[in-house]
């Protein structure tokens, strides 16, 4: 499974971004996505997951009522919608897939195929 994320760049304290992350595999419905981040000097950080059968989801505390992760199977595709962003959101964001068989994965050991990452600046 290969994964590009884009949607990257730089906005102001308060506003919004999408990302978007792309897969190239046949059985893109099969895995869980997962969208994480890493700041500066910072572990890497699960945000969100969506199981795969997309019927749940998971948010990290820090990000639970401000981003949205959606999936698409038809297209490959997986989201994270980004509201109310904040400067300590400045991190790089990667897409990662799963295929765990579980009901949904949060364990970030279990996702095996990373996107390259995409930068994500917030500036107040």
């Known amino acids: 499974v290969q994964l590009q994320a884009s949607g990257g760049g730089e906005v102001q304290a308060g506003g919004s971004l999408r990302l978007s992350c792309a897969a190239s595999t046949r059985t893109f419905s099969g895995y869980h996505m997962g969208w994480f981040r890493q700041a500066p000097g910072k572990d890497r950080e699960l945000l969100a997951t969506v199981s795969w059968k997309g019927g749940m989801t998971y948010y990290a505390d820090s990000v639970r009522g401000r981003f949205t992760i959606s999936r698409d199977d038809a297209k490959n595709t997986v989201d994270l919608q980004m509201r109310s962003l904040r400067p300590e959101d400045t991190a790089v964001y990667y897409c990662?897939?799963?295929?765990?068989?579980?009901?949904?994965?949060?364990?970030?050991?279990?996702?095996?195929?990373w996107g390259q990452g995409t930068n994500l600046t917030v500036s107040s």
């Open positions: 990662a897939a799963s295929s765990a068989r579980t009901d949904l994965e949060v364990t970030s050991s279990r996702y095996n195929y």
